[in-house]
């Protein structure tokens, strides 16, 4: 074991004393049942992945910080872990890619580097840490490759390719040193091999413009297609490796990044030939709705059938559905009409049919479809459906098993299979803790409040499985990170949110009542709900849902309205700093991890080419819609999270919030975690963010023991 530098105790003894003046007092309610930790205990899963051939599928599962692959083989399905990494080492997994012969996975281990080139090392390894790529054959030892990421493994299986600090690599399968193959102006990424493997697609980022690049590995020959002033990205192959369909939108360099784009200039999908270069416009979007792309959870954007169409998401009506077109171009054809929202597509082996995910139906769940390409008159085909939430869909190699995750109000996310007429049948079920509390939790209610303003807000509603007629209880008011992003009714698609379900469900045990609002902004109700009018740094709009949450809650009979608290993330983050900051006579208390409290720290909105007058109007704006413009009716305490090395929202929010609150005499209390990210890398991090949390609210909110 090795040692620790006596300086690494400093900021453990501090958070130990945070923790131990908090829970000091006494509490309203005991635990009832079961504990943070255990709440949190369920390995959560994620990049389902069907393996080319032989029908296998593979995944990720993160427990309790450890993140291993695990393999799931016909005939019997029986899952197991393929790598064996051990402990909280806050080392991310990812990026997982099959070998051809479905005999070894390749991967990515490590986080990101940030601006400064460091790579995230929030267990404060004194050795440091890299991000690598990895191999692992079934059966076998993993054995690093080299430094880099994401990985694109030949479809003839013999070397793979990766992005090393903004250039491409490569290296054998077997054995070998990684070599530079491709050295270029910009960052190079999203690397596709062509189905000959004889060639590379990848996006050459230049800042203010991107090119796709087609590289030969025959002649070490480069080209990009159609060079222009505009965003190319997201390439794909034709099945017979001549071809390459790739997405241009057109470049905006005076506009702002964080306002509603409703509509702008058109975007466009382009075919050309992968050996002359030579390209066409196949098809463009409308202008208004949908003329700003909106892209889906996938590999790839653009999908090639077999038979020559393009599928494509796209907002025409206001909602991501999914369209097709031939290559020769004219009006698309509608696959997926109703107001809903498409999420992840994944394309069938066969490349006849698409499975994806949506709300279809049930605006605050998550199901399965399928529809055939090109569609038949009876649309799409539901796989999943009722009370559960299933997603990340991936078809076997030979079409007869779809793998997905699912989850529902009680059960955490978990890998699953289903053949065709069969309900889905957990993978791993014996991973689920023997102690974790399934039985002990509530079924979230769907709520729908009015904001200030008049406009419906969606939310979920967490009882305390305790709570007696005519009693009133504190309540705590949940504002989710993103902004794009949807709670649901059960536990969350993304390990973020799955973690603050689990809080949730946590404090309603405790005796909170708990309202989760799916505010303006967020994902999952359309277009214009998404590119809310004037929110964050162009207003804070969202600020009316505040008010609706409040006045909600406020008017329950079940809520002492004296005793409302709330607490968020990032985005959430801001909203809980902008309650406190604007409705401290509301809001008794909060807990704010890592959120944004003057947008000009976040967002620069001197854009190149925009004149001063307009540069200094857009600042004003950014800062009248920040809880740092409003500090003098701030009255109420509020606990600080935020690790020290987040790259998404700049360390200096809470420090100079912190500043400022210390002045004006506002109780703050905060933890900060070192060379920790955005979303926390170490589960004990999440532990120790959540124990706090829980015991600041019995603090503040909870009333005097009774005698």
């Not at 009832?32 to 205990?41: D, M, Y």
């Not at 360099?253 to 390209?279: F, K, L, M, N």
């Amino acid at each position: 074991m090795r040692s620790v530098p006596d300086q690494r105790l400093v900021p453990i003894i501090r958070r130990l004393a945070v923790l131990a003046a908090l829970t000091s007092t006494p509490l309203h309610a005991q635990a009832r049942g079961f504990t943070i930790e255990q709440a949190l205990s369920a390995p959560f899963p994620s990049e389902m992945t069907a393996a080319p051939v032989g029908g296998a599928a593979a995944w990720i599962f993160n427990q309790n910080g450890s993140r291993n692959i695990w393999i799931a083989t016909p005939p019997d399905y029986q899952a197991r872990a393929l790598t064996a990494y051990a402990g909280d080492d806050g080392q991310n997994v990812t990026g997982l890619e099959w070998t051809p012969d479905a005999r070894a996975l390749v991967y990515t281990r490590g986080g990101d580097a940030n601006g400064s080139g460091e790579y995230p090392n929030p267990t404060l390894e004194t050795e440091g840490v890299e991000q690598d790529i990895w191999i692992v054959a079934l059966g076998g030892t993993p054995r690093k490759i080299g430094e880099g990421k994401t990985a694109a493994v030949s479809p003839i299986g013999r070397r793979v390719a990766f992005i090393r600090r903004g250039q491409v690599w490569w290296a054998p399968l077997d054995s070998g040193d990684a070599t530079l193959l491709i050295r270029t102006r910009g960052n190079a990424s999203s690397i596709r091999w062509s189905p000959d493997g004889r060639r590379l697609a990848f996006v050459s980022a230049r800042s203010d413009h991107a090119f796709i690049g087609v590289f030969d590995t025959a002649d070490s020959s480069l080209k990009y297609l159609n060079p222009s002033t505009d965003q190319d990205g997201y390439a794909v192959w034709a099945p017979d490796s001549r071809q390459v369909a790739f997405i241009r939108i057109p470049t905006t360099t005076r506009q702002a990044v964080r306002i509603p784009h409703r509509e702008g200039e058109p975007w466009s999908i382009w075919v050309a030939d992968a050996v002359t270069g030579q390209s066409k416009e196949v098809w463009k979007a409308d202008r208004g709705p949908g003329s700003v792309f909106r892209a889906v959870q996938a590999r790839d954007q653009v999908q090639w059938t077999a038979s020559g169409w393009l599928v494509f998401p796209w907002e025409r009506d206001g909602w991501t559905h999914l369209y097709a077109v031939t290559l020769v171009g004219g009006r698309p054809i509608a696959l997926t009409p109703g107001d809903f929202e498409v999420e992840q597509v994944v394309l069938a082996p066969n490349r006849q049919s698409v499975t994806f995910s949506s709300n279809q139906g049930d605006a605050d769940r998550r199901h399965l479809w399928n529809v055939a390409i090109p569609a038949t008159a009876t649309g799409p085909t539901a796989l999943t459906g009722g009370a559960g939430i299933e997603w990340e869909p991936a078809v076997s190699s030979d079409g007869d098993v779809t793998f997905l995750l699912r989850s529902d109000a009680r059960g955490p996310a978990r890998p699953a299979l289903m053949q065709a007429g069969r309900a889905p049948q957990d993978l791993a079920p014996q991973v689920i803790p023997a102690d974790f509390p399934s039985s002990q939790l509530v079924l979230p209610q769907a709520v729908v409040l009015q904001a200030a303003d008049g406009q419906p807000i969606h939310g979920q509603v967490f009882l305390p499985p305790d709570l007696r007629a005519g009693e009133r209880r504190p309540a705590i008011v949940f504002f989710h990170g993103g902004p794009r992003t949807q709670m649901l009714l059960g536990w969350h698609t993304g390990n973020y949110y799955h973690r603050t379900y689990a809080f949730n469900q946590y404090l309603a045990s405790r005796g909170y009542v708990v309202l989760s609002v799916n505010y303006r902004a967020g994902t999952g109700y359309g277009l214009n709900f998404r590119e809310a009018i004037g929110f964050g740094p162009t207003g804070a709009s969202e600020y009316n849902d505040i008010q609706g949450a409040a006045s909600y809650l406020r008017g329950r009979p079940d809520v002492d309205p004296a005793r409302i608290g709330t607490w968020g993330g990032s985005w959430g983050g801001f909203l809980v700093a902008l309650a406190l900051a604007r409705a401290s006579d509301m809001f008794a208390a909060g807990v704010d991890l890592h959120g944004v409290h003057d947008w000009n720290l976040e967002w620069d909105p001197l854009v190149p080419g925009w004149d001063t007058e307009k540069d200094l109007a857009a600042r004003r704006l950014a800062f009248t819609s920040s809880p740092m413009a409003d500090l003098k009716t701030w009255r109420s305490p509020v606990l600080l999270i935020q690790g020290d090395d987040d790259r998404d929202v700049n360390f200096a929010n809470q420090i100079q919030l912190r500043e400022d609150l210390r002045k004006q005499g506002v109780a703050v209390d905060e933890i900060v975690f070192p060379d920790e990210v955005h979303g926390f890398l170490t589960h004990g991090h999440w532990v120790e963010a959540y124990t706090a949390a829980a015991a600041f609210f019995d603090k503040h909110l909870a009333p005097p023991p009774k005698r």
